[in-house]
């Protein structure tokens, strides 16, 4: 079963636009970390947030704001008025203590129009 | 600047000729990964060192192996690429094994088989 759901494959949006990208976890552990990557073209992972089981609280850093909602089991990244630079594939992830690995989602491409 | 570095950014080898990627890093961090990432998939871990413990996935072809002959550096060996070995490679690293430790990216080598 796929731990890591990311739904939307390709997204397009108009620059200037607010988008959001959703993820939807499986788990049965009661601690865990949920994480976003951006990939841009040039390909690097870069990490973008950690937040923890036990945490909540919506978490906001500039342009960018996360949505954790443990009810839904959903962990949904914000960009609002989205940029050229945003254009990216934007990876979900989930950490278990059992294990050393990360469960990645399929990925959502993101793609901001000019 | 760059914290893990991975050298070549292409690499283009023969079907059947191995081949070697290399990854080094900055962060002095206890473990190092490496994951083969296909278009449009997620990342895939295929093994990771934690110091000197190699670990690898269950399914990982017995084709890939690696060594680590410092902190520093981690190299990806291919004994005998196929064409479905073709992707972008990825390493990383994080300061501890666990749940709670953020995993930082190199840019990836795309390999190419002929």
């Known amino acids: 079963a796929q731990k890591v759901t990311q739904a939307q494959t390709e997204i397009s949006v108009v620059e200037k636009e607010d988008v959001t990208l959703d993820c939807v976890y499986e788990?049965?552990?009661?601690?865990?970390?949920l994480f976003w990557y951006k990939q841009p073209p040039s390909g690097e992972l870069v990490f973008l947030i950690r937040r923890n089981s036990f945490d909540e609280q919506n978490e906001i850093s500039g342009r960018y704001s996360w949505n954790f909602q443990k009810s839904t089991s959903s962990f949904n990244f914000t960009i609002t008025a989205s940029q050229v630079v945003d254009s990216a594939v934007y990876f979900c992830?989930?950490?278990?203590?059992?294990?050393?690995?990360?469960?990645f989602g399929t990925g959502t491409s993101l793609t901001v129009i000019p | 600047d760059a914290m893990v570095i991975q050298n070549p950014r292409y690499q283009v080898t023969q079907f059947g000729k191995p081949v070697t990627l290399s990854c080094s890093q900055t962060?002095?961090?206890?473990?190092m990964y490496w994951y083969q990432q296909k278009s449009s998939q997620a990342p895939k871990l295929l093994f990771h060192y934690y110091d000197k413990d190699f670990n690898n996935e269950a399914d990982t072809p017995d084709n890939f192996q690696s060594r680590r002959p410092n902190t520093s550096f981690c190299f990806l060996d291919i004994r005998s690429p196929g064409l479905g070995d073709a992707a972008m490679y990825l390493c990383?690293?994080?300061?501890?094994?666990?749940?709670?430790?953020?995993?930082?990216f190199g840019a990836g080598t795309r390999l190419s088989v002929l």
């Open positions: 990383a690293t994080s300061r501890e094994r666990g749940s709670t430790n953020i995993q930082y």
């Open positions: 788990t049965r552990d009661t601690t865990y970390y």
């Open positions: 962060l002095n961090h206890n473990v």
């Open positions: 992830a989930l950490s278990e203590p059992t294990g050393n690995q990360f469960y």
